[in-house]
């Protein structure tokens, strides 16, 4: 009888390491915690048997996808990456309905919530969960500076809240990248509609009320010859102009508009999701990471780079990383 008890204690506690066991992975190290961008990225609704699926996705959509094209994959060295493993009771998250009730209830290891719902910013936080997160993240680690969560959940949607953003494992890494405009740049959504703008001037760079072209927040990135407002581009991703419509929340609610409030560009990815980032979006979060990023100017090249006929050097400016990601660095355990 002994035996058996001993034999009961020990599989429960096995069962119960299985389900809380939490670990540590550095995908990219760049430079001290100190000088760089610390982001982690952890799971929610992922069990035991699924932290394999979790790991493929955050290698495929954050490191081989947001990390891998355009800016980011231009800025990675001023970042360190983490990838944190946390098993969940159960597979996928709390259901919620339009009015924030739960549906479905899902013994989860954040206690995320998803709604599927625009206005409910598809996904949020359970009653615990900023809780639940910070107690995990704080001993494995609490130099972070952003948290990327990825649920798992199918459907569509991402959302920004402060220094969080959330995505589901069933979108593009496009949808991705978008959050981290939000992010790391504080870039406004892009998104129109039909509601006219009578607020003041938003605090995002990528949007604005105003339309003297001497005073415009993007005005260096506006050729004379484009006219303001503007409604035709041959890029429509990367021609800067004033293009009517925008979303702000000034009115106490997230509201599309279409008149009253402008952009710089007709299809950025803070409105497409799937174009590149525009001039202004892109200068934004390049200034934003500027001062984490390690430079060597390693070439000189001559050229006439101003047109006065003249010949100039300048030099040529790498920015140098090394990635780790198909090898994580190092790898520790907190049970």
């Keep these: 009888m002994k035996k058996l008890i001993a034999l009961f204690i020990l599989t429960n506690a096995l069962c119960l390491v299985s389900v809380e066991a939490q670990t540590v992975t550095e995908l990219l190290r760049s430079g001290s915690n100190g000088s760089k961008r610390n982001?982690?990225?952890?799971?929610?609704?992922f069990q035991a048997g699924q932290q394999n699926n979790y790991n493929t996705f955050v290698d495929t959509f954050v490191m081989q996808g947001v990390f891998?094209?355009?800016l980011f994959d231009?800025?990675?060295?001023?970042f360190n990456i983490y990838r944190v493993n946390v098993n969940s009771t159960d597979s996928g998250v709390t259901?919620?309905?339009n009015n924030g009730a739960v549906t479905t209830a899902r013994n989860t290891a954040l206690g995320y919530r998803f709604s599927g719902v625009w206005n409910r910013c598809w996904m949020e936080l359970g009653p615990n969960t900023q809780t639940l997160t910070d107690n995990i993240l704080n001993n494995l680690v609490p130099q972070r500076d952003f948290v990327f969560v990825i649920l798992n959940q199918t459907g569509t949607g991402g959302c920004r809240r402060g220094n969080t953003l959330a995505v589901i494992n069933g979108v593009g890494w496009a949808a991705g990248a978008h959050e981290m405009g939000h992010l790391i740049g504080d870039l406004g959504d892009e998104y129109t509609g039909t509601a006219n703008y009578t607020f003041g001037e938003p605090g995002r760079v990528n949007l604005t009320i105003n339309t003297n072209r001497a005073t415009l927040k993007w005005r260096n990135f506006v050729d004379p010859a484009t006219a303001l407002p503007t409604t035709t581009a041959t890029d429509t991703s990367q021609e800067a102009g004033l293009f009517a419509g925008?979303?702000?929340a000034a009115s106490g609610a997230?509201?599309?508009y279409g008149s009253g409030l402008f952009r710089p560009v007709s299809n950025c990815r803070m409105n497409g999701n799937t174009p590149a980032y525009c001039p202004v979006c892109y200068n934004q979060l390049q200034e934003s990471l500027d001062q984490f990023h390690d430079y060597t100017f390693n070439e000189a090249y001559t050229g006439d780079f101003n047109g006065d006929q003249r010949p100039h050097q300048r030099p040529h400016q790498q920015r140098q990383w090394g990635r780790k990601w198909h090898q994580p660095a190092a790898a520790s355990s907190r049970q």
């Design 39 to 45: 982001l982690v990225i952890i799971g929610d609704g």
């Design 68 to 70: 891998n094209e355009g």
């Design 74 to 78: 231009e800025d990675a060295n001023a």
């Design 95 to 97: 259901q919620v309905d």
């Design 246 to 248: 925008g979303m702000s």
């Design 254 to 256: 997230n509201v599309r």
